[in-house]
Nanobody, 125 residues
Framework: QEQFVESGGGLVQPGGSLRLSCTPSGFSLHYYNIGWFRQAPGKEREGVSCISRGDGVTDYADSVKGRFTISRDNARNTLYLQMNSLKPEDTGVYYC??????????????????WGQGTQVTVSS
């Protein structure tokens, strides 16, 4: 089954940092727009960041701009999310997924699939 494996989550104090990794199983990242999403307890899943295939144009939710950085290493076939200055409201399960439509620039509001199991991020003192 083609899906992602996310890792790197954990418990961190407010103001701390984490780097999440996302590796696909059975396919290459190179051809796709990829997104990071999160779901907090009792809330709907929301788009955090995405990166486009090809030129690597990125997009971020307003709530994480300036704090999070998405990147991809095609040679390692891995997607990353560097999260700095973490806040309690960043707590949630983080997932990565592939954008379904084969468009040039990714969209946080597009349709995504190949979801992984997610990795838990908890920001708390």
């Amino acid at each position: 089954q083609e899906q992602f494996v996310e890792s790197g989550g954990g418990l961190v104090q407010p103001g701390g940092s984490l780097r999440l990794s996302c590796t696909p199983s059975g396919f290459s990242l190179h051809y796709y727009n990829i997104g990071w999403f999160r779901q907090a307890p009792g809330k709907e899943r929301e788009g955090v960041s995405c990166i486009s295939r090809g030129d690597g144009v990125t997009d971020y939710a307003d709530s994480v701009k300036g704090r999070f950085t998405i990147s991809r290493d095609n040679a390692r076939n891995t997607l990353y999310l560097q999260m700095n200055s973490l806040k309690p409201e960043d707590t949630g399960v983080y997932y990565c997924a592939v954008e379904v439509l084969f468009v040039r620039q990714c969209s946080l509001f597009g349709e995504y699939n190949r979801w992984g199991q997610g990795t838990q991020v908890t920001v708390s003192s």
